[in-house]
């Protein structure tokens, strides 16, 4: 069954540096998502983009954020400046045309120091 | 701002009996609701949806049931088994905002145990 994969599972970096987490969407699925789940909060959604663009972000997604689909299969994630309140679990998904489900990867968790 | 509510943070059970998990939301404009699985370590998966014409949705052991007007919705699980533990997620979106816009929210969780 065709899946999402995310990598890196894990990334640690130092509070003030530029991380890029990296998705692979379902390679038929038009829209694509970033949601994060801080420990024990809920599933928060951070972005949406179609068509080469961003459809819709949250307030989350401030100027430190910005997302990118350098080719035809992945799908990037990046935060200039981390910052510790951005630690968390990253989830990357995507939707097919037509469908409401949303299939997502495995995670990647970020922990900034 | 929370939109869809999941009040029980956990919920254990007996092998073999019914699970029963709540969802409560908020917006009016939401016509499709969704339960995900999830596992430690591994992202949300897909479980059982159903659109708001319906009350009701089944698929082997899990059905989930709407009330529009309580705007209340449950997944049901029986007979509940071990591997049925991990955390259910209900979420909820509004399809009639048009596909780019299309986006889940979710609730905090529950985390369900299943005792053999």
């Known amino acids: 069954e065709p899946e999402v994969t995310q990598t890196p599972s894990h990334q640690v970096t130092q509070m003030g540096q530029e991380v890029i987490l990296r998705c692979v969407p379902i390679?038929?699925?038009?829209?694509f998502y970033w949601y994060r789940q801080i420990l024990g909060q809920k599933v928060e959604f951070l972005v949406s983009f179609y068509n080469n663009e961003i459809s819709e972000k949250s307030e989350i997604f401030d100027d430190q954020f910005s997302v990118e689909r350098p080719d035809g299969s992945n799908f990037t994630l990046k935060i200039r400046s981390t910052k510790l309140e951005d630690s968390a679990m990253y989830f990357c998904?995507?939707?097919?045309?037509?469908?409401?489900?949303?299939?997502f990867g495995s995670g990647t968790q970020l922990s900034v120091l | 701002d929370q939109q869809v509510k999941q009040n029980s943070p956990s919920l254990s059970v007996q092998e073999g009996r019914i699970s029963i998990l709540n969802c409560d939301y908020t917006?009016?404009?939401?016509?499709?609701f969704l339960w995900y699985k999830k596992y430690p370590a591994e992202g949300p998966t897909f479980l059982i949806s159903i659109s708001s014409i319906k009350d009701k949705n089944e698929d082997g052991r899990f059905t989930v049931f709407l009330n529009k007007s309580a705007k209340h919705l449950s997944l049901h699980i029986v007979p509940s088994q071990p591997g049925d533990s991990a955390v259910y997620f209900c979420a909820a979106s509004e399809v009639s905002s048009g596909g780019s816009n299309y986006k889940l929210t979710f609730g905090k969780g529950t985390l369900l145990t299943v005792n053999p």
């Open positions: 390679s038929n699925h038009l829209y």
């Open positions: 998904a995507s939707k097919g045309q037509g469908n409401e489900k949303l299939f």
């Open positions: 917006n009016s404009m939401f016509d499709y």
